[in-house]
């Protein structure tokens, strides 16, 4: 990174791209589930950015539910972890059940 030069060339990327040719809804998932995922308000334009339309569905109250295929649980738990709060696995039950676990283990930590 040492020979990096800063150009007078502007990218122009190509009229006719777009974000959805990219999306892969199965990249991490075998196919075998999907888990629900509901957000707060405050996070949910964050994720709306994240999704297609098709797997999102919104709440009155500006929360969004996402269904994400994943048949990984330790992807999920890296992702789903850092919005504290603000996310929570619905379902279904075993991979609320990892979340619990691993939450429960941290505060164990944090109470000794």
Same mark, same amino acid.
């Given at each position: 990174?040492?020979?990096?030069?800063?150009?007078?060339?502007?990218?122009?990327?190509?009229?006719?791209?777009?974000? %959805?040719?990219?999306?892969?809804?199965?990249?991490?998932?075998?196919?075998?589930?999907?888990?629900?995922?509901?957000?707060?308000? %405050?996070?949910?334009?964050?994720?709306?950015?994240?999704?297609?339309? %098709?797997?999102?569905?919104?709440?009155?109250?500006?929360?969004?539910?996402?269904?994400?295929?994943?048949?990984?649980?330790?992807?999920?738990?890296?992702?789903?972890?850092?919005?504290?709060?603000?996310? %929570?696995?619905?379902?279904?039950? *075993?991979?609320?059940?990892?979340?619990?676990?691993?939450? *429960?283990?941290?505060?164990?930590?944090?109470?000794?």
């Amino acid at each position: 990174m040492s020979d990096v030069l800063i150009s007078d060339k502007l990218f122009t990327p190509p009229a006719d791209i777009g974000i %959805e040719r990219f999306r892969q809804p199965r990249l991490y998932s075998d196919g075998s589930g999907d888990v629900h995922v509901c957000f707060k308000k %405050e996070v949910a334009q964050r994720i709306r950015e994240q999704f297609p339309a %098709e797997l999102i569905k919104g709440s009155k109250d500006g929360s969004i539910t996402v269904r994400m295929p994943t048949s990984s649980p330790a992807w999920l738990a890296r992702w789903v972890l850092p919005f504290g709060v603000a996310a %929570e696995v619905v379902g279904p039950s *075993e991979q609320r059940q990892r979340i619990t676990t691993l939450c *429960e283990e941290a505060l164990r930590v944090y109470q000794e």
